[in-house]
C-alpha cells in the first residue's frame, strides 16, 4: 500500500500531544486539531517544492540526519513545547526563509483565527515533528535522499488536497503553493465525494486567472496583427512579446518600449542568477545581474510615470503576481550559510524597488 505522508505524520500528534500544544497556544483541543490538519500539509507542500532541486534536497537530507526522533513525546519530554518552538523556528527559517515562513505563518493565523504570531508558534512546534516523521519514516522504509525526495515530489498533489480549502486559498493567493495542483487534487478530491461545490469554489479562480491570460494573449496578438496591417509605413516601436515569465497587456508600452515584457525579462535574470547563489563567492560572482535587475527596474518605474491608469494599475498586479516567486528565491538566497553579508545590499535594494513598482 503506497505511503500516505501527511497520514504519517497525523499519527505523531496523539490526543495527548495536542493537548499539550494546546496548552501552550492558549487554544482549545479541538480548534489545535483543526489548526494542525491544515498546518502539517502546508508545511509537508512546502517541503515538496523545497526538494524540487538538487540544493534542496540536500538541505533537507543534512537536517532529517540530525532528527533522531523516536516520538514526539520523547521531544517534549525533553525539551519542553517552548523549546520545541525554538527549536522548529530555527529549523523552518533556514529551510524555507524567514520572509516565507511569515508569509505562511499568517495565512495559518488567519485560516485558524489564532493571528500572525499564534500561526507562526504552530508552525515552529510543529516543524520539528513533521521533519522527525519523516526521518523515521525514511530511515523504516530504507530511503535515500533521492528516494525521500521523490516520494515527497510523487505526492504534491495529495498534500495539497488534504489542505482544508480555506487555507488552499490563502496559500494560493500567496504564491505558497501552486494553484492548478491545488485545484487538481481538490478535483480529485471532490470526485469521490458529491461536494461539487466545493470543487467550484477552489477551481474557480484558476480557471478564470486562465481564461483571462489567454483572451488577454489573443487580444495582444490581434491587435499588434492589426498594428502592423495599417500602420505598414511606420517603423515598429514595440519589442516583441517575451512568454517567459507572464503575459504582457498590450497597453504597456511608453517610448517604444514594453514595460511588461522588460519586467519579465528582468525576472528571467533574477531566475539565472540567484539558484545558482550557493557560497559566498558565487554571491559576489551573482551581484552584477541583481544589480543590472535594478537598473532594470528604476528604468521601469520612470517609464511607467507616463502610463495611463489603467496601465499603471495592470503594471503593478503583474509585479504583485511575481513578489511570491522573487521573494522565495530571495529568501533561500538569505538563507544560504555565508550568503547574507554579501548579497543582503543587494537583495534589499532588489526588494525596495519591487515594493514601489507594486504601487505605481
Given at each position: 500500500m503506497a505511503t500516505n505522508l501527511t497520514s504519517v505524520v497525523m499519527q505523531f500528534l496523539t490526543p495527548e500531544i495536542v493537548a499539550q500544544i494546546a496548552s501552550f497556544l492558549g487554544l482549545d483541543k479541538a480548534a489545535t486539531q483543526k489548526a494542525a490538519g491544515?498546518?502539517?500539509p502546508a508545511l509537508l507542500a512546502g517541503l515538496s517544492d523545497l526538494v524540487a532541486n538538487p540544493a534542496g534536497t540536500s538541505q533537507l537530507s543534512k537536517l532529517l540526519s540530525q532528527q533522531q526522533i523516536r516520538s514526539p513525546t520523547d521531544l517534549l519530554s525533553s525539551t519542553g513545547v517552548q523549546g520545541l518552538a525554538d527549536t522548529g523556528s530555527n529549523m523552518l527559517s533556514g529551510l524555507f526563509g524567514g520572509r516565507t515562513m511569515d508569509t505562511m505563518?499568517?495565512?495559518v493565523g488567519k485560516f485558524t483565527g489564532i493571528g500572525d504570531s499564534g500561526g507562526k508558534?504552530?508552525?515552529?512546534v510543529l516543524g520539528?515533528?513533521?521533519?522527525g516523521a519523516l526521518g523515521q519514516h525514511?530511515?523504516?522504509a530504507g530511503l535515500d535522499a533521492t528516494g525521500l525526495a521523490s516520494l515527497l515530489r510523487s505526492q504534491k498533489d495529495q498534500i495539497v488536497a488534504a489542505i482544508p480549502s480555506g487555507l488552499a486559498d490563502q496559500l494560493g493567493a500567496t504564491g505558497l503553493i501552486d494553484r492548478t495542483?491545488?485545484?487538481s487534487g481538490r478535483a480529485a478530491a471532490a470526485a469521490s465525494q458529491t461536494a461539487s461545490t466545493t470543487f467550484n469554489k477552489a477551481a474557480q479562480w484558476p480557471y478564470w486567472l486562465g481564461a483571462l491570460i489567454v483572451l488577454g494573449g489573443l487580444a495582444w496578438y490581434t491587435l499588434g496583427r492589426q498594428g502592423q496591417q495599417t500602420v505598414a509605413e511606420q517603423p515598429a516601436t514595440t519589442q516583441p512579446a517575451t512568454q517567459t515569465v507572464g503575459m504582457a497587456p498590450a497597453n504597456l508600452t511608453v517610448d517604444?518600449?514594453?514595460?511588461g515584457n522588460q519586467f519579465n525579462s528582468s525576472i528571467n535574470t533574477l531566475k539565472s542568477a540567484l539558484p545558482g547563489i550557493t557560497d559566498a563567492a558565487t554571491a559576489q560572482?551573482?551581484?552584477?545581474k541583481i544589480n543590472e535587475v535594478v537598473a532594470q527596474l528604476n528604468d521601469i518605474s520612470a517609464r511607467a510615470a507616463k502610463l495611463p491608469p489603467e496601465g499603471r494599475s495592470a503594471l503593478a498586479k503583474l509585479i504583485v503576481a511575481m513578489r511570491p516567486t522573487i521573494n522565495q528565491m530571495c529568501d533561500k538566497v538569505m538563507a544560504t550559510p555565508g550568503v547574507g553579508v554579501v548579497a543582503k545590499p543587494a537583495i534589499d535594494d532588489l526588494q525596495a524597488r519591487l515594493d514601489a513598482l507594486a504601487q505605481v
Open positions: 491544515g498546518a502539517v505563518a499568517q495565512a508558534l504552530l508552525l515552529s520539528p515533528i513533521v521533519l525514511q530511515r523504516n495542483t491545488s485545484v517604444g518600449v514594453n514595460l560572482a551573482a551581484l552584477p
